[in-house]
């Protein structure tokens, strides 16, 4: 069993989030508050990322590339990722086309994640929405993110949409969220961000303990509470 990580050691592993549909500037505002205040980073959606690198100089931004369905075209997804970092992202967060990989479409997967990471100086962490995804397709999204030379996989995007009568042939009910076996699976190709459905400290260090080596969740705040305080506290 892993060590349990304490607040210091736990918050700079989370990437604090606000990406809902309904997401206001002050909601973005706030996460970012949060996220300084706790030595968290920051995941926030494109359009506030120019705004935030000049308010918060110091800390980790993260932003959504072709989210959340990641149906874009190849150009659009290496312009919206060359825009992003321009503007101050420090990090992408980059969703594959689904629908692209379940048709065997892996060489497409392959080139335009290829594409995005070769046009931007930063991180790319590759969301391949695993609740969509059979365990053949796991391996196949996470070995396309190998080849492209990503720095991370990301479990998914939090919206995924999945029938809660699907099932996997092994009789395991689908979620839309990070799952421990999910991120052992995933962690076997590259260091892993576990997120969708994160939401209290013993949640995160399963995941740490499964090898996630980020955790991306909204509830920052409340992961850390959670999180026992150094000895100096």
């Avoid at 990580?5 to 996460?31: F, K, M, N, Q, S």
């Avoid at 120019?50 to 308010?55: E, F, L, M, N, P």
Wanted: charged share 25%.
């Amino acid at each position: 069993m892993a060590p349990e990580l304490d607040r210091d050691e736990l918050a700079p592993l989370i990437d604090h989030t606000v990406l809902g549909p309904e997401t206001t500037t002050a909601d973005v505002a706030a996460v970012l508050e949060e996220a300084a205040e706790h030595g968290m980073n920051a995941c926030i959606p494109p359009y506030a990322v120019a705004d935030a690198a000049t308010a918060h100089e110091d800390l980790t931004i993260a932003t959504v590339i072709g989210f959340p369905h990641g149906q874009q075209t190849q150009e659009i997804k290496r312009r919206e990722g060359v825009d992003a970092w321009k503007a101050g992202a420090d990090e992408l967060d980059v969703v594959i086309n689904v629908g692209r990989l379940k048709a065997g479409e892996d060489d497409v997967i392959r080139a335009e994640l290829a594409e995005l990471v070769a046009a931007v100086p930063i991180p790319v962490k590759v969301i391949i929405e695993t609740a969509l995804l059979t365990e053949e397709e796991k391996h196949r999204a996470c070995e396309a993110a190998v080849a492209a030379d990503a720095a991370m996989v990301k479990t998914s995007t939090g919206f995924a949409s999945v029938d809660p009568e699907d099932q996997r042939a092994n009789g395991e009910t689908v979620s839309g969220g990070a799952t421990v076996a999910d991120v052992e699976l995933m962690s076997e190709y590259l260091p892993v961000k576990a997120s969708g459905g994160v939401g209290s400290y013993d949640e995160a260090m399963a995941m740490v303990e499964a090898g996630a080596e980020r955790i991306g969740a909204s509830s920052g705040v409340e992961i850390l509470s959670g999180a026992p305080t150094t000895e100096t506290e």
